[in-house]
């Protein structure tokens, strides 16, 4: 007799529109989402945050918090990077529920887009609204320095990948997804609000996703600032295609870490990624705590 093995995340790499794994996906969208609201209790949180590298320390500002480890719940992300412990945080942040993901999986990790895909789709699920995406991300501008944050305007995809490519599941969203209204005008306003009501300085600008995990080459990053970027990660954009796929509204920001490559004397690294991330994660966190209770 012949054994056909399960079809896991690594052979969903060959095989990433196969009849089994797109249902498998599905069912494991459902049962996350069960298990997140079987924990809710009275909790109706309708803003999800996603903390980017060195800023998860505003999940521990949750109150009354619910944790549950990604691996506990089907199909999300294991992160392997230093910064994403991989937890969902529910509770109250200013008296607002909300729901806090510490971590996500990036594409420099892996190549299947399942696991951020099911840990998007099951916040649509159990009842968000908002998705507020953060990021660690090197600034392209002189008036943008390190430790400040810039409020995500626009994207530019230049990761070479797109999460939605392959047979479209229309349980969760549309085929052609249009991405005018990508970073939502309203909640930037409200985000603009919130930072001035505070006192944190805001900046706005348009963020480019490379795939990583290499910085890029100054060559690199001249290429960017003619192409009208301002800041440069390697995440979110791929988060906030998915979240606008299943009609989440998507609004975020980045905390600047350090100058994109050639445009100072920094050795870029991980490690001096989340140490500069500490230094802004204040006002961020200020900021978040700020903009939840204007939804």
Not at 9 to 36: F, G, N
Not at 130 to 154: H, K, P, Q, W, Y
Not at 258 to 272: I, P, Q, R, V, Y
Request: aromatic share 6%; hydrophobic share 45%.
């Amino acid at each position: 007799m012949t054994v056909t093995a399960p079809l896991t995340s690594a052979t969903a790499q060959h095989a990433p529109d196969a009849p089994d794994h797109v249902a498998q996906h599905q069912r494991h969208v459902e049962l996350s989402a069960a298990i997140v609201l079987a924990k809710l209790g009275g909790l109706k949180p309708k803003v999800a945050i996603i903390l980017g590298s060195g800023l998860g320390g505003l999940g521990d500002q949750v109150e009354s918090a619910v944790k549950i480890p990604y691996k506990d719940l089907p199909g999300f992300p294991i992160p392997t990077i230093v910064g994403h412990t991989g937890e969902l945080i529910a509770g109250k942040l200013n008296g607002v529920d909300v729901i806090a993901l510490k971590g996500r999986k990036h594409f420099y990790e892996t190549d299947d887009a399942y696991p951020l895909k099911t840990m998007i789709r099951t916040l649509k699920a159990v009842g968000i609204e908002t998705l507020f995406v953060s990021n660690a991300a090197g600034s392209l501008r002189s008036d943008i320095g390190v430790s400040e944050l810039m409020m995500i305007a626009d994207h530019i995809n230049y990761m070479g990948l797109n999460p939605l490519v392959g047979a479209n599941d229309d349980a969760f969203g549309p085929r052609f997804v249009p991405l005018t209204d990508a970073w939502d005008a309203e909640l930037r306003g409200k985000l603009k609000t919130a930072a001035k009501k505070i006192n944190v300085p805001l900046h706005e600008g348009v963020y480019i996703a490379f795939r990583g995990p290499t910085f890029e080459t100054p060559a690199e990053i001249r290429m960017a600032k003619t192409m009208g970027a301002d800041a440069v990660g390697m995440s979110s954009v791929p988060d906030c295609i998915i979240a606008r796929h299943c009609g989440l509204r998507v609004v975020g920001c980045s905390c600047i870490t350090n100058m994109g490559a050639g445009l100072s004397d920094e050795k870029l690294s991980h490690a001096h990624t989340l140490e500069n991330a500490a230094r802004g994660a204040s006002n961020f966190e200020k900021l978040v705590r700020e903009f939840v209770t204007l939804l």
